[in-house]
């Protein structure tokens, strides 16, 4: 014969109500950590407490530690720009459109800010627009920017720069231009 517990209605509310409320109030916790840039979006800005030279050879040594390699960088004008490579996400109809981002150090409030713009390589635009003699035109780039739909090269090359910006060890914020 089956064994049946009797529960009272009343403490059978209660522990609904008690589970709906803790689930009301995990969900929003962890979308409050989550870094959301604004529609339009250009640049990434890192705020360090760091001093400008330390900031530039510590952004430096991030985007190394990430694969990264560079094209240039100015000691002086404490600027480094990286080498076109492919996203780690693919995106409509699954191109891969090389991106390369320039990270600038200047003195910020307190400490530095590292200041994060990109831009991606339109090859397949130019392999469409050929001579018609087998030779391809140089492929354009565009600036990366945080809009338009689902996985369009602009937006994943800011979402490349923005983890750049997330997994710098040495931030104490984030902001956007």
Do not use: W
Request: proline letters at 7%.
């Amino acid at each position: 014969m089956p064994m049946f517990v009797n529960l009272d209605i009343c403490a059978m509310y209660k522990l609904v109500l008690s589970l709906a409320l803790a689930l009301c109030f995990a969900i929003p916790a962890a979308a409050e950590n989550e870094v959301k840039p604004p529609k339009g979006a250009t640049a990434v800005i890192i705020t360090t407490a760091q001093t400008p030279d330390n900031a530039y050879i510590g952004i430096g040594q991030h985007l190394v530690s990430m694969g990264y390699s560079f094209k240039s960088s100015s000691d002086a004008m404490r600027i480094i720009t990286t080498e076109f490579q492919e996203p780690n996400t693919k995106g409509v109809f699954n191109q891969r459109n090389p991106y390369s981002i320039t990270a600038s150090v200047m003195p910020g409030e307190a400490g530095a800010k590292i200041k994060i713009v990109g831009k991606y390589s339109d090859q397949d635009m130019s392999r469409a627009l050929s001579s018609g003699f087998g030779t391809y035109i140089d492929a354009k780039t565009e600036p990366a920017t945080y809009e338009g739909p689902g996985n369009n090269s602009p937006k994943i090359t800011f979402k490349e720069m923005l983890e750049v910006a997330e997994s710098y060890p040495d931030k104490t914020g984030i902001a956007f231009e």
